[in-house]
T-cell receptor
């Protein structure tokens, strides 16, 4: 079945540091890929998405490129801020038996940015 | 434009009891999915509703059931609650399947 593997957290960075959160996936066919962010006490918010190979999703300074050859969708940001502290989830949408799409999430990576 | 709204925000129940959680989707969305998020884990898919029918289901027992109403709102019911059912329950709506738009969830505590 489809699956998503994220790097273990927590990740602790100083403000203005470079961020990379690794995400790899296993899926049949051509899934769409997503990054969601969850702030304390809230639901998940869509951060960015990519629907086909070599697409780059971007939003609020975050970027991720859909790499089919390495089945990866790593999240990057050039300069993190304290306000970026949250839990980040990588997810894919792929077809399952019955012809329906299903969204599968990784376990999440907690990011803590210190001033 | 209201996003996805869930009620209640918090709930405390005793083992063996039954609970009903409610969700109103984002305007224009016709598909509702429910997820269970245990502490420190990613969301686990429970089931998805479209046109008032359960379209697909994850690996959850029959104690978990749901309903979608003609106005696209949805309920999640859990019978015979276990301690392990304690979690954050997230509702997500969409037009088509993706992208999902999430509510802030209902925190269920079973004692």
């Amino acid at each position: 079945g489809n699956s998503v593997t994220q790097m273990e957290g927590p990740v602790t960075l100083s403000e203005e540091a470079f961020l990379t959160i690794n995400c790899t996936y296993t899926a049949t066919g051509y899934p769409s890929l997503f990054w969601y962010v969850q702030y304390p006490g809230e639901g998940l918010q869509l951060l960015l998405k990519a629907t086909k190979a070599d697409d780059k999703g971007s939003n609020k300074g975050f970027e991720a490129t859909y790499r089919k050859e390495t089945t990866s969708f790593h999240l990057e940001k050039g300069s993190v801020q304290v306000s970026d502290s949250a839990v980040y989830f990588c997810a894919l949408s792929g077809y399952v038996s019955g012809g329906y799409q299903k969204v599968t999430f990784g376990t999440g990576t907690k990011l803590q940015v210190i001033p | 434009d209201a996003g996805v709204t869930q009620s209640p925000t918090h709930l405390i129940k005793t083992r063996g009891q039954q609970v009903t959680l409610r969700c109103s989707p984002k305007s224009g969305h016709d598909t509702v999915s429910w997820y269970q998020q245990a502490l420190g884990q990613g969301p686990q898919f429970i089931f998805q509703y479209y046109e008032e029918e359960e379209r697909q289901r994850g690996n959850f027992p029959d104690r978990f059931s749901g309903h979608q109403f003609p106005n696209y709102s949805s309920e999640l019911n859990v019978n015979a609650l276990l301690l392990g059912d304690s979690a954050l329950y997230l509702c997500a709506s969409s037009a088509n399947v993706v992208p999902l738009h999430f509510g802030n969830g209902t925190r269920l505590t079973v004692t």
